[in-house]
């Protein structure tokens, strides 16, 4: 007996866009063939499926490519979402979906803008690292205010926009750590703290071996579903 195909994901660990794809994988109990890559050794089977080959990239069964994270998250997420993350208890998911838009924006103001400035500032011609990270703060002061009555983005339990914001958050605290534990940013703190706690990250966050072509299969999430 066969095993039937299961949709193809490139991931690679540290990257936010993967992380918040593997955790609504993971949250909805659907299981995907995982291809962990290194970017700066791309597969061509990664290039063949989505030519800007940056991750994740799942290729489903039927030939059908999905290149932006968001739209993985929603694909797992249509299919079973155990979670009710896609039903926040303040909010629709189009008011998640629009302040998950001004995380990723590479457009100045946007805060993933002022993250890669920030962290790689070499990268950038002319990048003021300080600068950047005092822009990104001012997004963070929002979310702070946004966890002032619930503790999480959208209510009282986490939802969508929480999973898709922490990793870029986790990234910035983790870029000068003693700065970020130094700001009056109580509710964040906690809010980075649990997110980062907790089994499910834990699991979505384990190592694997880089993929090359002709490795046998490696499933992801593991058989059990997860429970976190």
């Not at 940056?54 to 968001?70: A, F, H, N, R, Y």
């Not at 993350?85 to 998911?93: D, E």
């Not at 926009?161 to 003693?178: E, G, K, L, N, S």
Request: aromatic fraction near 10%; glycine fraction near 6%; charge should be positive.
């Amino acid at each position: 007996m066969t095993r039937a195909a299961l949709p193809l994901l490139y991931s690679f660990r540290r990257c936010p866009y993967a992380i918040r794809a593997r955790l609504a994988i993971a949250a909805s109990g659907q299981q995907v063939e995982l291809r962990e890559i290194k970017l700066r050794d791309k597969p061509p089977e990664l290039i063949a499926a989505s030519p800007k080959a940056t991750v994740p990239v799942l290729v489903l069964p039927d030939g059908q490519v999905l290149e932006q994270s968001i739209d993985i998250m929603l694909w797992a997420l249509r299919w079973r979402d155990p979670y009710c993350w896609l039903t926040p208890s303040s909010g629709t998911l189009e008011d998640m979906l629009a302040l998950v838009a001004c995380n990723d924006s590479n457009r100045e103001g946007g805060f993933k803008h002022h993250l890669d400035r920030y962290k790689y500032p070499n990268r950038y011609p002319g990048a003021d690292a300080e600068r950047h990270r005092g822009a990104g703060a001012v997004f963070l002061l929002h979310l702070e205010d946004r966890l002032a009555s619930t503790g999480c983005l959208f209510g009282s339990r986490p939802a969508l926009a929480d999973m898709a914001i922490a990793p870029f958050v986790r990234q910035f605290a983790a870029t000068d750590p003693d700065w970020f534990a130094g700001q009056a940013w109580p509710r964040l703190h906690s809010w980075l703290s649990a997110f980062t706690a907790s089994p499910r990250f834990e699991r979505i966050m384990a190592k694997y071996p880089q993929w090359m072509s002709g490795h046998a299969p490696t499933l992801f999430p593991p058989e059990d579903p997860c429970g976190a």
